[in-house]
């Protein structure tokens, strides 16, 4: 494989970290050893080396193996050169969305397959920007302080994972959601101010949306209804809902009617000790010009 007369150097595993099978998610495993069969069932069909495939799509033999013995998680573009090459027509490329999901956590999976059947989000985070509003740049700053260290593997999945999740902004019908969000949290530069000045005009934009919350808790208040820790409350379509906090059944998943009030008791009234949505939305864009 060359470029312009040079050969071009083939990827190696040091350059995609992050892409490993988790080994307890048995669903991944499974559905990565059935993408790497296919892939290898349709190497070997055209009758081409392992070598030669690797060369025609920049990989290095090695890696080749392991994306085939379902070692390792290929990428979608992978899956798109490889289609290609071996003419597959398709049916390589199309296995990128289970791919995709493989590529996160488990309990973030779970999670966002939660929040994907939610028509109403009700969401209160103490210590840092909700993971759905976190850019990418701010989300990278939060898991790099994170002790003992996440490795530069583990950073990269949850960064994927939180972005992917967004996915809820563009679902049509639109959920309602609504934030609530501590001042300390947006003016603390993680990642540094340009990460944070990006994260700020990211809350904005959102801010703007008709099916969006967003409001902001002043360190000044003196009545706070939140110092018992965040809150999550998902109420879906056939009038059901999950909720979770520190502070109830000791932060599992709840559904009991009972503890569910407790949740939008609480949520209820930290949300009218928070500033309003306008309120907050112009805070926010001044605490941006300051940055």
Same mark, same amino acid.
């Given at each position: 494989?060359?470029?312009?007369?040079?050969?071009?150097?083939?990827?190696?595993?040091?350059?995609?970290?992050?892409?490993?099978?988790?080994?307890?998610?048995?669903?991944?495993?499974?559905?990565?050893?059935?993408?790497?069969?296919?892939?290898?069932?349709?190497?070997?069909?055209?009758?081409?080396?392992?070598?030669?495939?690797?060369?025609?799509?920049?990989?290095?033999?090695?890696?080749?193996?392991?994306?085939?013995?379902?070692?390792?998680?290929?990428?979608?573009?992978?899956?798109?050169?490889?289609? +290609?090459?071996?003419?597959?027509?398709?049916?390589?490329?199309?296995?990128?969305?289970?791919?995709?999901?493989?590529?996160?956590?488990?309990?973030?999976?779970?999670?966002?397959?939660?929040?994907?059947?939610?028509?109403?989000?009700?969401?209160?985070?103490?210590?840092?920007?909700?993971?759905?509003?976190?850019?990418?740049?701010?989300?990278?700053? /939060? /898991?790099?302080?994170?002790?003992?260290?996440?490795?530069?593997?583990?950073?990269?999945?949850?960064?994927?994972?939180?972005?992917?999740?967004?996915?809820?902004?563009?679902?049509?019908?639109?959920?309602?959601?609504?934030?609530? &969000?501590?001042?300390?949290?947006?003016?603390?530069?993680?990642?540094?101010?340009?990460? &944070?000045?990006?994260?700020?005009?990211?809350?904005?934009?959102?801010?703007? &949306?008709?099916?969006?919350?967003?409001?902001?808790?002043?360190?000044?208040?003196?009545?706070?209804?939140?110092?018992?820790?965040?809150?999550?409350?998902?109420?879906? +379509?056939?009038?059901?809902?999950?909720?979770?906090?520190?502070?109830?059944?000791?932060?599992?998943?709840?559904?009991?009617?009972?503890?569910?009030?407790?949740?939008?008791?609480?949520?209820?009234?930290?949300?009218?000790?928070?500033?309003?949505?306008?309120?907050?939305?112009?805070?926010?864009?001044?605490?941006?010009?300051?940055?």
């Amino acid at each position: 494989m060359s470029v312009d007369g040079a050969v071009a150097r083939l990827k190696s595993e040091a350059d995609e970290p992050g892409w490993e099978v988790d080994p307890d998610d048995e669903w991944g495993v499974a559905v990565i050893a059935t993408v790497g069969r296919q892939l290898k069932l349709r190497r070997e069909a055209v009758g081409m080396r392992a070598a030669e495939f690797g060369v025609a799509v920049g990989y290095g033999e090695d890696l080749v193996y392991k994306i085939e013995s379902g070692k390792r998680i290929p990428r979608p573009e992978y899956l798109d050169r490889a289609d +290609e090459v071996l003419g597959a027509g398709g049916l390589l490329a199309a296995m990128k969305e289970d791919v995709r999901r493989v590529r996160y956590p488990k309990k973030v999976r779970d999670l966002a397959q939660m929040e994907a059947k939610a028509v109403e989000l009700q969401l209160y985070d103490p210590l840092h920007i909700h993971g759905l509003l976190q850019t990418p740049e701010y989300a990278r700053g /939060l /898991l790099l302080m994170r002790r003992p260290a996440y490795t530069e593997e583990e950073v990269e999945r949850f960064i994927a994972a939180r972005v992917a999740r967004k996915d809820i902004f563009e679902r049509d019908p639109m959920p309602e959601l609504s934030f609530v &969000l501590e001042e300390w949290t947006l003016r603390r530069p993680l990642g540094g101010r340009p990460a &944070l000045r990006r994260q700020l005009e990211y809350l904005v934009e959102a801010a703007q &949306l008709r099916n969006v919350e967003l409001q902001v808790m002043p360190v000044e208040r003196e009545e706070h209804a939140g110092v018992d820790g965040g809150i999550e409350v998902l109420k879906f +379509e056939d009038g059901s809902a999950v909720g979770r906090s520190p502070a109830v059944a000791n932060g599992r998943p709840v559904s009991d009617p009972k503890q569910l009030r407790i949740l939008e008791l609480r949520y209820g009234i930290i949300r009218a000790q928070a500033l309003t949505p306008r309120e907050s939305t112009a805070f926010i864009e001044q605490l941006l010009g300051d940055t």
